[in-house]
């Protein structure tokens, strides 16, 4: 391992070194993800026995014989990616060094060294560092949710600070049927800084809503990474646009490393999995997918690559905000060697109100609620949890536990390529 290690370190230098061109950065960053991913790959296995020690594991309850597996496993792979990314940071500036002197190689007269380019980095990579740290604390602690949904919003004032301090912008261009009105362009203020705020939060949560089977947390997010490099790849050639260019060159600088390393996890993941990602893992993941979108100035872009987690999130928002009962797992149940669709008794531990009952007959009227048991009212009284894992199995009938993640991981991948329509398609309609 270590020679292995030695030797890609060499030819990552090389690389740099001897390269010239345009994209030499983005070249070193891809040869340095794979470096990092190879590392993961090897390095998971060998930390299962030392997680297990440190009672830092749980049953997979998806599976008859509940083997006891290592949780948590995500800390490492972050830990990978943020040392991937140390490394990295003086690339970006290989220009800017001559004999010592902060320079820049073609002209020195003109330049001086990017220190906002610099803090950009630094800002993001403490932002999603801070995202690890609390993630982590979640897994040991177990910290309740009335306190963990704020967890994206504190790591994120770094990044704020920065984008305020740079002169961020803050303003939005407004759909074309809105413009008459209120004009084209819009000045959020300070509002603009809460959705950054709001979109770190669902992105985080988002993802970790969005589990319990084996590889569906690394293969939504694996997913969602590809989306955003091929998205970024578009905006790099034939554009005149040269801050566009560096807005994605930054994405990609992030992102790359986080899909080697994510990849090199969901294979450990996948069914039947050797580990469990974690909460740590989830916080990471939505992290660095929140802050590729805001710094690469593309956020609207990066929320319809999460179309299935927008949605997974407003179906389940009566059980989450206790309109409805809500059990403390929500996973799908295991029968027969096969899973099927958790269910609920709405009533259980509390009267249903009239507008519980309301969003129960909404939902099965279009179809997204599978009804087992009626009271001599009518009124609803079991019915599959509201999560999307649910719904795929309460309509497809029960399957065993690869399939489900493949079908789930197949609806991410559709609306992938639903929001490249919309995106580069249909966005001329609106905008």
């Not at 949710?145 to 961020?168: C, D, E, H, Q």
């Not at 770190?200 to 997010?221: D, K, M, R, V």
């Not at 905006?235 to 040269?242: A, G, I």
């Not at 992102?255 to 294979?267: D, N, Q, R, S, W």
């Amino acid at each position: 391992m270590r020679i292995l290690l030695s030797i890609l370190s060499i030819i990552v230098l090389t690389v740099a070194i001897t390269i010239k061109g345009e994209y030499t950065t983005l070249n070193v960053s891809i040869i340095m993800s794979l470096l990092a991913s190879i590392i993961t790959y090897k390095l998971l296995p060998t930390l299962t026995d030392a997680f297990i020690k440190a009672n830092l594991c749980g049953q997979d309850r998806l599976k008859k014989e509940r083997p006891l597996l290592p949780e948590t496993m995500g800390l490492p792979v972050a830990i990978i990616y943020l040392m991937t990314l140390f490394l990295f940071i003086p690339f970006p500036f290989i220009n800017w060094f001559e004999g010592g002197r902060l320079v820049h190689e073609s002209n020195p007269i003109l330049g001086t060294f990017p220190y906002n380019k610099l803090g950009e980095i630094l800002a993001a990579i403490l932002a999603i560092q801070s995202m690890i740290l609390l993630g982590f604390a979640d897994d040991v602690l177990d910290v309740r949710w009335r306190y963990k949904v704020w967890f994206p919003a504190i790591a994120s004032i770094p990044l704020m600070i920065f984008y305020y301090t740079n002169m961020g912008v803050t303003y939005v261009v407004m759909p074309i049927p809105l413009r008459p009105y209120i004009g084209e362009l819009v000045d959020l203020g300070i509002f603009y800084y809460v959705y950054m705020a709001m979109l770190t939060i669902f992105c985080t949560h988002s993802i970790n809503i969005l589990a319990g089977i084996n590889g569906i947390e690394a293969g939504q997010s694996l997913i969602i990474g590809l989306s955003i490099i091929m998205n970024d790849v578009l905006y790099l050639f034939n554009n005149p646009d040269r801050s566009s260019v560096e807005a994605h060159l930054f994405s990609l600088y992030f992102i790359i490393p986080f899909v080697g390393v994510t990849a090199a996890l969901l294979y450990h993941n996948w069914f039947p999995a050797t580990l469990f990602v974690g909460d740590t893992f989830c916080y990471f993941a939505g992290m660095t997918l929140a802050v590729v979108g805001i710094m690469g100035h593309f956020s609207k872009t990066l929320l319809l690559f999460f179309l299935p987690q927008i949605f997974n999130f407003v179906y389940s928002c009566p059980q989450l905000f206790r309109l409805l009962e809500c059990p403390r797992h929500r996973m799908p149940v295991l029968e027969n060697g096969l899973l099927t669709c958790s269910r609920v008794r709405p009533a259980n531990k509390q009267t249903l109100g009239k507008l519980g009952n309301r969003i129960l007959r909404l939902l099965s009227s279009c179809r997204l609620l599978v009804v087992y048991e009626y009271d001599t009212e009518g009124s609803i009284t079991e019915c599959n949890n509201l999560t999307l894992i649910n719904l795929v199995l309460a309509h497809t009938g029960p399957m065993n536990e690869k399939n489900t993640a493949m079908s789930v991981l197949l609806i991410q991948t559709v609306c992938s390529l639903l929001a490249f329509i919309i995106r580069y398609r249909l966005v001329h309609i609106i905008y």
